[in-house]
């Protein structure tokens, strides 16, 4: 989801006249996607945190450096009470208003946008692939869950399930497959509840499926990650041999 959610910020960055490098030292914006599930992911980030504050000293220009995805969300205004390495807090559903928070740090203001929506799906943004020449690229079909097990964040971090409209997730596997792609993989928290509204009845995961298998026969279609409870057997009795 991490890598997606990379690719749709690019795309509304690079709409926004930004252009990624792959130089730290030429960068004027540093921007760092974090994951909380583990807190092991949440101290790796705290140490590249601590190597930037090393890597400022050593710069001659001034940089931003901001924290975007679950661990912002998590943490909100707590990461600019801890670090002042950063500037900019965004959490999974606040990347549409990064060019507006980054411009905030242009006048030495630190932002902060961490709400969660109940119908963000970023479905009009096309995500700008991080390597372009690979034939295999991910397609986010849903944000959120709302299953609330008992020792998972993310429905605390990335909020409450929300699929995306079907003419969408058409849209970009068809594009990739013009562009050569062979292998897409469907992503969301979980993948097999998708349901398009109403919430009894509506476009299922099973027909989600077989329209995206549609769009080009030789394609592979994966998916990533189901739960068991949200297994019908619509799902496996899928007929792909179009
Ligand atoms: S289904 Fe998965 S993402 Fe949702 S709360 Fe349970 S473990 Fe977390």
Redesign the pocket.
Known sequence: MNVNDAEIVLAILKNNDFEPTKDLIEADVILILTCAIRDSAEEKIWGRLGFLKGLKRTRKKDSFAGLLGCMAERLKTKVLETSDMVDLVAGPDSYRDLPRLLSLTDTDQRSVNVLLSLDETYADISPVRLNENSISAYVSIMRG?????T?????FT?GRERSRPVSSILREVEQLSEKGVKEVTLLG??VNSYRLKPKKGGLRFADLLNRVAAVNPEMRIRFT?P?PKDFPDEVVEVNTSY
């Open positions: 869950c709302d299953n609330m097990c020792y998972c964040i993310v429905p990335r928290q979980n990650s739960h």
